[in-house]
């Protein structure tokens, strides 16, 4: 019988539930390979010891969560929640998708007032209430909630990017009236598969590449709809594009 | 259950070592990444992972911290064999030159990922779909596609491709 290395770095560490200890003590018992790596772990082991207090000052001084920075322009969770302009295929009533043979469009919702579509052939806008093409422009007027706006693209396989039509990649300053119209636009493409964009409200800058590093650091342990119900819980307004072919 | 980092540290710090020593097998510089690993536990959300627990999170954190270092190092033609990583074998004998060959000229870094949680970490196929977060039939698709890449660098008759067979 044989156990995991990781099975046994948890047990070395003192990691393991009860009924977990009793396997790899046993495969301990009758192993050779893990009996091996049991020794040479428990000779790192002692040197993680001796490392811990080392490391220790640096970790603990280093500066706080991101999500500390975000939250910190306050706004009340019940107001931030209902801002949520939850947008998705088979995940709400208020939908947008590319169907049918031509890639189309469909949006049906209540806040069509936020979201509005530029037209390519004659560059007029109106309120997503409607179809929309591939290839015409999403343009976005947001509630100003705070200082600053960083608005952050998530694909379903992991990917990032911001959105900020200065290309700058720091948050954008938000006006003092009551609604704010992000200048610049998405061009709808033919991306197949779920990209959802974030509204990250924030006192101060914040910086797209903190973020991008923050999201690939945890990719694997987060998935693109976890991060999303993450940052939803926590007041995060987000919308979501999906696209079908 | 919210855990300030310095919990955190303290309950994990040898098990987040031991998970990059054996990843880079180089002491001081497993010390290193582990300390980089707790660094971005502590600026990132750590308080706000639904469903996974903190051991599983700081563990693919440090899975992506040691993995991209080891990316960076063979990128700058450093050699992941030399004197850069003095002791081979320290951490047990999982450090094989045909895992440096692989990480210089052939994996990207979810297929490392994958190797590494499963020929480095030993762990099952199940075993590795609770890490990913995927279900075991993509496991099993993705080890597919990596045996292909695998056998192209080491050759058809690598030890690992019969272990990949499924």
Not at chain 1, 70 to 79: A, H, M, P, R
Not at chain 2, 142 to 158: A, I
Request: charged share 25%; aromatic share 10%.
């Amino acid at each position: 019988m044989k156990v995991s290395k990781m099975k046994i770095d948890e047990y070395v560490c003192g990691l393991l539930p009860n009924e977990e200890k009793d396997t790899v003590v046993k495969a301990l018992a009758e192993c050779e390979e893990c009996k091996a790596y049991l020794q040479i772990t428990q000779m790192s082991f002692d040197k993680a010891r001796a490392a811990k207090g080392r490391g220790r000052e640096r970790v603990l001084a280093s500066s706080p969560s991101l999500f500390d920075r975000i939250f910190k322009s306050g706004f009340q969770l019940s107001y931030a929640v209902a801002a949520i302009v939850f947008v998705g295929v088979g995940f709400g009533l208020r939908q947008m998708q590319l169907q049918g043979p031509e890639n189309v469009v469909y949006y049906k919702g209540a806040e069509s007032e936020r979201v509005f579509i530029k037209s390519v052939d004659d560059g007029s806008v109106r309120p997503l209430a409607g179809d929309a093409k591939v290839g015409e422009l999403v343009k976005f007027k947001v509630p100003v909630k705070a200082k600053y706006l960083l608005v952050l693209a998530l694909q379903e396989n992991g990917v990032v990017s911001n959105f900020n039509p200065d290309q700058s990649t720091k948050s954008i300053q938000l006006g003092s009236s009551t609604m704010f119209d992000i200048p610049g636009s998405i061009r709808l493409d033919n991306y197949s598969g779920q990209e959802s964009l974030y509204f990250l409200y924030s006192q101060d800058l914040l910086d797209f590449q903190e973020l991008k590093s923050v999201i690939e650091d945890n990719w694997g342990a987060l998935s693109a709809k976890d991060f999303g119900s993450l940052l939803e819980a926590n007041g995060v307004t987000t919308w979501s594009v999906h696209k079908l072919r | 259950v919210t855990l300030k980092i310095e919990q955190l540290y303290d309950q994990y710090f040898e098990f987040i070592y031991l998970r990059c020593v054996r990843l880079v097998n180089n002491p001081e510089v497993a010390e290193e990444l582990c300390q980089d690993t707790f660094i971005k536990a502590s600026k990132s959300l750590y308080r706000f992972v639904p469903g996974a627990t903190h051991k599983t999170w700081l563990y693919t954190i440090a899975t992506n911290v040691c993995l991209n270092w080891l990316k960076k190092a063979s990128n700058k033609k450093e050699s992941l064999m030399s004197e850069n990583l003095p002791e081979p074998g320290h951490s047990g004998e999982s450090w094989t030159i045909e895992w440096s060959m692989l990480v210089e000229k052939s994996l990207d870094r979810s297929e490392m990922q994958l190797f590494a949680l499963k020929f480095l970490d030993e762990l099952t196929n199940e075993e590795i779909s609770e890490q990913l977060k995927c279900t075991k039939r993509t496991v099993i698709n993705r080890l597919n596609t990596l045996k292909d890449k695998v056998s192209k660098t080491l050759g058809e008759d690598n030890p690992y491709a019969a272990r990949m067979e499924v």
